[in-house]
């Protein structure tokens, strides 16, 4: 097993800007927390810019945005710009919260990996971080293979 293997995934938990909605991310906080993640919470009024340095430099695997007071097709962009350019590209960027679904194509299309509106499950996230988080632990260590001998010599 791997140093990073035998630690449980580390998440960044945010709010951008004025939006001030703080029962969901605290409801997600909590259901990942129980799940066994690391969760790590930047709190509100944040920007691109913070959320993006607090990513880096607590070394998270994931970012989570709770968005409910729209501005999201402005900062999300943004942010994940922010992201590839300080060299977080391999985080997964995730949003919840209040976000149209046409403004999803857009979000999706700069880097958001997945969106959560209102009313998800929050065991359905937690088992998308689980697998997502699961499947990159495969990429990192794939299976030592052990050829078959050959035959011995008569
Ligand atoms: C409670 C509430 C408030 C409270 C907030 C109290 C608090 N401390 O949180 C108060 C009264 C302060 C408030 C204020 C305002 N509100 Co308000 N509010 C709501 C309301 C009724 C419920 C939100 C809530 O708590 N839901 C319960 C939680 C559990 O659900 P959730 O946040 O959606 O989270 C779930 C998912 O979205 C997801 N999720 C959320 N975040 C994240 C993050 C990650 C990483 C992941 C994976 C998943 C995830 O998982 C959660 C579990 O399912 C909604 C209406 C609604 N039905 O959503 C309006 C609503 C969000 N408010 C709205 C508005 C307009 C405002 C105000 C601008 C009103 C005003 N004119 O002042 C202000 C803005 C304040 C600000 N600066 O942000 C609008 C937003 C419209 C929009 N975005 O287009 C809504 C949708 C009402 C409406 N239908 O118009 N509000």
Same mark, same amino acid.
């Given at each position: 097993? @791997?140093?990073? =293997? =035998? *630690?449980?995934? *580390?998440?960044?938990?945010?709010?951008?800007?004025?939006? @001030?909605? @703080?029962?969901?991310?605290? #409801? #997600?906080?909590?259901?990942?927390? %129980?799940?066994?993640?690391?969760?790590?919470?930047?709190?509100?009024?944040?920007? /691109?810019?913070?959320?993006? =340095?607090?990513?880096?430099?607590?070394?998270?695997?994931?970012?989570?945005?709770?968005?409910?007071?729209?501005?999201?097709?402005? =900062?999300? /962009?943004?942010?994940?710009?922010?992201?590839? %350019?300080?060299?977080?590209?391999?985080?997964?960027?995730?949003?919840?919260?209040? &976000?149209? %679904?046409?403004? !999803? /194509?857009?979000? %999706?299309?700069?880097?958001?990996?997945? &969106?959560?509106?209102?009313?998800?499950?929050?065991?359905?996230?937690?088992?998308?971080?689980?697998?997502?988080?699961?499947? *990159?632990?495969?990429?990192?260590? $794939?299976?030592?293979?052990?050829? $078959?001998?050959? $035959? $011995? *010599? !008569?």
């Amino acid at each position: 097993m @791997t140093a990073k =293997s =035998s *630690r449980p995934l *580390r998440i960044l938990l945010a709010k951008l800007g004025l939006d @001030t909605h @703080t029962v969901g991310i605290t #409801v #997600v906080a909590h259901a990942l927390r %129980e799940a066994g993640m690391e969760v790590i919470f930047a709190g509100l009024k944040q920007t /691109p810019e913070m959320v993006v =340095s607090a990513a880096i430099q607590e070394d998270v695997d994931v970012i989570g945005i709770s968005s409910l007071s729209a501005g999201h097709t402005r =900062s999300l /962009p943004r942010l994940a710009r922010l992201l590839r %350019e300080q060299g977080g590209a391999d985080k997964l960027l995730i949003v919840g919260g209040v &976000i149209p %679904e046409e403004d !999803q /194509p857009l979000l %999706e299309a700069a880097g958001v990996a997945r &969106i959560f509106t209102m009313g998800t499950d929050t065991r359905e996230i937690a088992r998308y971080l689980n697998d997502w988080w699961l499947a *990159r632990l495969a990429r990192a260590e $794939p299976a030592t293979r052990t050829e $078959p001998s050959a $035959p $011995p *010599r !008569q």
